[in-house]
């Protein structure tokens, strides 16, 4: 188990899993973007913007350099959006060590490139670096009041996900491992385009037959996808699969089926975003998936129609129409 760790973002995520391994009692720095916003969060000893009402560690120590947050670290988390990956660590990568491990916490697809989170640290720091995935059923809230969770540790080298396994596991949050990692990032990244959908559902109140007809026939296109981009077919059926489906499709707290279940009520795509205080991922994501799916002639109708609500100005229930209205075929 690895004891000092450095964190790359100050995000929720970030910040329960400074909690959890400050409770851990490793040695835990926290890095932010904006050095001004790092200082307001370690003042007031709370991410106020995005975890509010949790009191952050006392031995949690906040590195708004560049250079010092690599310092001794054992073990680096990447926290961080998946569309400004690329951009932080293009800023960070002089002075990162390229022999510490990484761990990815950031679910998405980056839209130019169309590559998973793990791809764009390789791509940016080199392909020689080790990086597994960290994901699953992981809503920060929940974590933050120790409520039992699950998660996954995904990296070919199966050494260093047992390393990361160890290092996260807590009483409350057990941590599986896997070696699929290109599963598990493909998975977390596009159940958040169907949690979009989700919420859609919830807002025009489509019933509860509706949305377990829209998990199952979600999960069938993202796995399809998924088999075609060389993962496994059993991971979609795990925890970073089907469990974290689930959550982000049912979660009152999810981003995106928030997000989703505020154009579901009649607004506009634009005030939906507007209203969010943090990044919907599903957003660029359900481009970079639609990019991928033609890339590899998957169909992916629901992706499709959520794309069209979100970008091409289609209306909710001529989605749906057409959606049901599909030429029938065997499941």
């Not at 205080?277 to 998936?289: D, H, L, M, P, R």
Request: proline letters at 3%; hydrophobic letters at 40%; one cysteine or more.
């Amino acid at each position: 188990m690895m004891k000092n760790i450095s964190i790359i973002g100050d995000g929720a995520m970030g910040s329960v899993c400074a909690m959890l391994l400050c409770e851990k009692g490793l040695s835990v720095r926290m890095w932010g973007y904006d050095a001004k916003q790092l200082g307001e969060i370690e003042n007031r000893r709370e991410n106020y913007k995005f975890l509010p009402g949790y009191k952050l560690p006392d031995s949690l120590v906040f590195e708004p350099g560049d250079s010092e947050i690599f310092k001794n670290a054992e073990l680096v988390v990447s926290v961080i959006p998946c569309q400004y990956i690329r951009q932080i660590w293009e800023r960070l990568a002089g002075f990162a060590n390229l022999k510490t491990p990484l761990v990815s916490a950031t679910k998405g697809i980056e839209n130019d490139t169309l590559l998973r989170p793990s791809q764009i640290l390789s791509d940016v720091l080199g392909k020689d670096i080790k990086i597994a995935a960290f994901s699953g059923p992981t809503i920060a809230d929940e974590i933050a009041r120790k409520l039992p969770a699950t998660a996954t540790a995904a990296c070919e080298d199966e050494n260093l996900a047992k390393t990361v396994q160890e290092t996260f596991n807590t009483s409350y949050l057990r941590v599986y491992r896997n070696t699929d990692i290109v599963g598990v990032e493909l998975a977390g990244a596009m159940k958040n385009v169907i949690a979009i959908a989700a919420g859609i559902v919830d807002g025009i109140k489509l019933g509860d037959n509706a949305k377990a007809a829209l998990l199952c026939r979600g999960l069938a296109e993202i796995t399809r996808l998924g088999i075609a981009l060389g993962a496994k077919e059993q991971t979609f059926s795990g925890l970073s699969g089907l469990g974290d489906l689930v959550t982000t499709c049912i979660s009152p707290m999810g981003r995106n089926r928030s997000f989703g279940q505020r154009i579901g009520k009649g607004q506009a795509v634009k005030q939906a975003i507007e209203a969010t205080e943090s990044v919907v991922e599903g957003i660029a994501t359900c481009k970079s998936v639609i990019g991928l799916a033609q890339k590899h002639k998957i169909d992916m109708p629901i992706t499709e129609a959520v794309y069209q609500i979100l970008f091409e100005g289609k209306s909710v229930s001529d989605a749906i129409g057409e959606l049901m209205a599909r030429q029938l075929k065997a499941e």
